[in-house]
């Protein structure tokens, strides 16, 4: 069952990636985008990482696509106004994107994969486990993120303000 | 046998998917002209990476993996706030989102 | 008999006098040449002259302490340790040494109390002395080396400090001309010193004196090498010393101030080149070759120099041709393998040419910058000191006994009898001309009346005392200073010949065996030189005070005259053969290879950064799909490169 739910979501994923990346229409790729991010948030679920599901959600769908959203909305962009490159540009992004996963692939092949003792542990993704890391292993990152979010807020007011 | 993901799909596909995902990230960053859209693929680029790191985590039984995805999601979130806004203040100057037209600072 | 414990006690008692010697007139350099300008001009001066009478003070405690057959040695570090050759820097104190150092410290002491007053009012005072202090310790370090490296330091340091000193009043372009041309005519003598050592240090893997005294003894004598060695440390002596064809710079170095020339063309630097030879003396008995050539250049030398001397008239000048003259004698004496003869004159002429020199210096002071004697005259009315240590130091110069000159002069023309009597009648023909050229200028300067203008006849005045104690010193010293080396004709036994046989007597078995002149051969030449001498003032004073001559303007000479007075165009022959092809060449290369050739490459390199620059900056297109394109390219390279290697 985990097989066919594993090959559903990827397929899945993987078409709203190529429409977010290939739709004419600003709007449509936000919001194939956002379903690219509930089945990524499926993934996580299959993985054992509950709380970091439900996380990638709120902020992910709920919050950044959003911001997009509104931003998309703002601009008052549509297919009409929608910028183009010219074809030969799109066919050699599409060489050099291929190019790259090629290599990848191809470095990939001979890595070893670290062995890992089974059992599986299934309970690592669980709320009390995440929070116990992140308060005693994680504590500097956690803290120094809040500074991060406060100095995004600050920037962000200061660079969107109209000048008067 | 438990009936756990893990146990039917190999650790390799998670790695793939992964890899797919970010090149058709990179794809997106050099096939789109409109500024927000390349920051949209920006953060695909992110989320294939964070998948990777979450399967390596429940493939290892070690939660930093999780942990670290967490703080990709906190950087991630600061980072589109404030790209955003550099958007729209740019917007402002030449009313459009086109990334071709700022091209002044060259030779 | 001395045991080896008191000799060990008395040598470590030596050894710190021996370190102080040069290390006072450096300390005077030092403290004259940082705190000069803070210092009144009145101390600076006394400064200097007691550096230098310390160490006069230290030489004198070695001198009565030290036993003639003995040496110092002083090891300071060693300096150069590559593989197989090892140069220490030291000292070695011995007779030879000791007395070069009582010459230069004791004149030189004496020059620089005269200076006080020479050089009163000069705004250069202060840096006067600083360089005179520098030049007394290089002169030192040269005595007192324990091994060429050393000595060739001294060398140097004295070239430089004759430059520095010929070209003291430098806003003068002639002056500095002549101090170029001093230093470049003794660079030219350096570079053979520089192959001799070379040569040497090849040959025998030291450059100390003994250990190249003790290697050359088994090589054959007049071998190849030795040969080699000698002649190229002869060309650096005749630079320094001024011998044919290196002495054009020493009658242009008349351009420093009298003390200058006193001290560094009289006394001191020009004999080095004549120490030099004294003390490789072994390595020149081997090589008789190279002491032929000595000869030759010696007497040479000593006969041009004096044809020359007859008809200058400047004062300084004739006193420079005297000088080079005097050396052309000193080198003939080493050449025929008279060595100790050769120093004896040499410690006997640092005394009265130094005074002939600051006598002079006493007549130009007094005439208020005159230097030419054809408007002097009359002036033993006026400067009475001046004229009587003047004198005296005229009759030393001639060889008229009891007088110093005497003394050495006869030593060396007796040798050069026993050797080759050409040899002895040259010397002798320079002998008479010297007294002639001598006593021409004491009656044109001191005789007859005054020929110059009246306002400068008003103002004519003795020198403050402290110009004329050491005249009237080194005229004491020119009058018994003979006295130590009076011959055994007389009866008694030559003190310095004995003083330094320790460091001669290494080459007396090499050298062949001369004819030993019996007594009254000797009183014969005594007598014929005494009234050769006598009979060339006496036809002085007929054409100059009987006669009263005077020498003609520079215009009306014509003929042999006319050629010796221009000193044979010496200076012009070297200018056209050497000094103008020379400057052909430079410009020759100037346009072929500097701008041609280097230029153009130099530009080239430039050009084609440029090319570079141009090129790469297209990169910069200002298009952010570009960068990133280019970003995915670069990473797809890296991954590529790392899969391969």
């Known amino acids: 069952m985990s097989q066919y739910l594993f090959f559903t979501l990827s397929i899945l994923t993987i078409i709203s990636a190529l429409y977010v990346v290939f739709s004419r229409n600003p709007m449509y790729s936000v919001l194939s985008l956002i379903v690219c991010f509930f089945t990524i948030a499926g993934h996580y679920i299959l993985l054992n990482a509950q709380f970091l599901a439900i996380v990638h959600i709120i902020v992910y769908a709920g919050a950044i696509m959003v911001l997009f959203l509104f931003t998309v909305m703002l601009l008052n962009l549509n297919k009409e106004t929608e910028p183009h490159k010219t074809n030969w540009i799109k066919i050699a992004a599409v060489i050099a994107a291929g190019m790259l996963f090629l290599t990848l692939i191809a470095s990939l092949k001979s890595t070893q994969l670290g062995t890992y003792h089974l059992p599986y542990r299934t309970t690592i993704g669980l709320v009390q486990n995440i929070g116990e890391k992140l308060f005693t292993d994680f504590l500097l990152p956690f803290e120094i993120s809040s500074i991060l979010f406060m100095s995004a807020m600050v920037g962000a007011v200061m660079l969107a303000k109209k000048d008067n | 046998m438990k009936e756990i993901a893990m146990n039917y799909v190999p650790q390799n596909w998670y790695l793939l998917l992964s890899t797919f995902l970010f090149c058709i990230g990179i794809m997106g960053v050099l096939f789109r002209r409109n500024a927000i859209i390349i920051m949209m693929c920006i953060e695909l680029m992110l989320n294939s990476v964070n998948l990777l790191l979450v399967a390596f985590s429940a493939y290892s039984g070690n939660s930093d993996g999780q942990v670290f995805v967490f703080f990709i999601m906190v950087v991630a979130a600061a980072e589109v706030a404030v790209g955003l806004a550099l958007l729209v203040s740019i917007y402002r100057n030449v009313a459009s989102t086109d990334i071709n037209i700022l091209n002044k600072l060259k030779w | 008999m001395?045991?080896?414990?008191?000799?060990?006690?008395?040598?470590?008692?030596?050894?710190?006098?021996?370190?102080?010697i040069p290390l006072f007139p450096l300390i005077g350099?030092?403290?004259?040449?940082?705190?000069?300008?803070?210092?009144?001009?009145?101390?600076?001066?006394?400064i200097a002259s007691v550096s230098v009478l310390a160490s006069f003070i230290c030489t004198f405690y070695i001198f009565t302490n030290l036993p003639s057959t003995s040496s110092l040695h002083i090891d300071l570090f060693n300096w150069i340790a590559y593989s197989n050759m090892n140069i220490g820097f030291g000292f070695l104190i011995d007779p030879l040494t000791l007395v070069m150092l009582l010459v230069i410290s004791g004149v030189g002491f004496l020059i620089h109390l005269y200076s006080i007053g020479y050089m009163h009012g000069d705004e250069g005072f202060t840096r006067f002395f600083t360089h005179?202090?520098?030049?007394?310790?290089?002169?030192?370090?040269?005595?007192?080396?324990?091994?060429?490296?050393?000595?060739?330091?001294?060398?140097?340091?004295?070239?430089l400090c004759s430059y520095l000193l010929i070209g003291f009043w430098f806003k003068n372009d002639a002056y500095n001309d002549a101090a170029k041309k001093a230093f470049i005519m003794n660079r030219i003598g350096d570079l053979g010193f520089l192959l001799g050592m070379f040569l040497m240090l090849f040959n025998f893997g030291s450059l100390d004196y003994s250990v190249v005294a003790q290697k050359a003894l088994l090589l054959q004598v007049g071998s190849s090498v030795l040969v080699a060695i000698t002649l190229l440390l002869f060309v650096g002596a005749t630079g320094k010393s001024a011998q044919i064809p290196l002495y054009t710079w020493l009658p242009d170095a008349m351009a420093g101030p009298t003390p200058v020339s006193a001290l560094?063309?009289?006394?001191?630097?020009?004999?080095?080149?004549?120490?030099?030879?004294?003390?490789?003396?072994?390595?020149?008995?081997?090589?008789?070759?190279?002491?032929?050539?000595?000869?030759?250049?010696?007497?040479?030398?000593?006969?041009?120099?004096?044809?020359?001397?007859?008809?200058?008239?400047?004062?300084?000048?004739?006193l420079a041709y005297s000088t080079v003259s005097q050396l052309g004698i000193m080198f003939a004496a080493l050449g025929i393998g008279a060595f100790s003869s050769g120093m004896f004159h040499l410690v006997t002429h640092a005394f009265f040419k130094a005074l002939l020199f600051l006598g002079s210096g006493s007549v130009i002071h007094a005439l208020h910058g005159e230097q030419d004697i054809r408007k002097m005259g009359g002036l033993r009315k006026y400067i009475k000191i001046t004229f009587i240590t003047f004198l005296i130091g005229a009759v030393a110069i001639s060889g008229i006994p009891p007088f110093a000159g005497f003394f050495s002069k006869d030593e060396i023309l007796s040798h050069a009898f026993e050797n080759n009597k050409i040899?002895?009648?040259?010397?002798?023909?320079?002998?008479?001309?010297?007294?002639?050229?001598?006593?021409?200028?004491?009656?044109?300067?001191?005789?007859?009346?005054?020929?110059?203008?009246?306002?400068?006849?008003?103002?004519?005045?003795?020198?403050?005392?402290?110009?004329?104690?050491?005249?009237?010193?080194?005229?004491?010293?020119?009058?018994?200073?003979?006295?130590?080396?009076?011959?055994?004709?007389?009866?008694?036994?030559?003190?310095f010949q004995a003083y330094i046989s320790s460091v001669t007597d290494a080459s007396k078995e090499l050298m062949k065996e001369n004819i030993e002149l019996n007594h009254s051969?000797?009183?014969?030449?005594?007598?014929?030189?005494v009234v050769a001498a006598i009979v060339s003032i006496l036809y002085a004073r007929f054409k100059y005070i009987i006669k009263k001559e005077?020498?003609?303007?520079?215009?009306?000479?014509?003929g042999f005259d006319k050629v010796v007075y221009n000193k044979f165009y010496v200076d012009e022959l070297y200018d056209s053969i050497i000094v103008k092809p020379l400057k052909v060449l430079s410009d020759l290369f100037l346009v072929l290879v500097d701008k041609l050739i280097i230029d153009l490459f130099v530009n080239a390199i430039a050009w084609i950064v440029g090319l570079f620059g141009r090129t790469l900056r297209l990169v910069q297109s200002g298009n952010t799909g570009f960068y990133v394109f280019a970003m995915v390219f670069g990473i797809i390279v890296l991954f590529v490169i790392r899969l391969l290697i």
């Open chain 3, 2 to 20: 001395v045991n080896v414990t008191d000799q060990i006690l008395r040598d470590s008692l030596l050894i710190t006098p021996g370190m102080l």
């Open chain 3, 29 to 46: 350099f030092l403290i004259n040449g940082l705190f000069g300008k803070y210092l009144p001009k009145s101390i600076t001066g006394w």
């Open chain 3, 132 to 159: 005179l202090n520098l030049f007394i310790f290089f002169m030192m370090l040269l005595v007192m080396g324990s091994n060429y490296l050393v000595m060739f330091i001294g060398w140097e340091g004295v070239g």
């Open chain 3, 264 to 318: 560094i063309h009289a006394a001191t630097m020009v004999t080095a080149g004549i120490y030099m030879i004294v003390r490789s003396n072994v390595i020149y008995a081997l090589a008789p070759f190279t002491l032929e050539i000595v000869a030759i250049v010696g007497v040479a030398t000593c006969l041009f120099a004096a044809i020359i001397g007859l008809m200058q008239n400047d004062i300084k000048k004739v």
């Open chain 3, 423 to 495: 040899i002895w009648a040259i010397l002798s023909i320079s002998s008479m001309m010297t007294a002639f050229y001598m006593f021409r200028l004491v009656y044109l300067t001191f005789f007859n009346d005054f020929r110059g203008t009246e306002e400068t006849k008003t103002h004519i005045h003795e020198s403050p005392s402290i110009m004329t104690i050491p005249l009237i010193i080194l005229a004491t010293l020119s009058i018994i200073g003979g006295f130590i080396g009076v011959p055994s004709v007389f009866g008694f036994t030559h003190q």
């Open chain 3, 521 to 529: 051969m000797e009183w014969v030449l005594i007598v014929t030189a």
């Open chain 3, 550 to 558: 005077q020498p003609s303007e520079d215009v009306t000479l014509s």
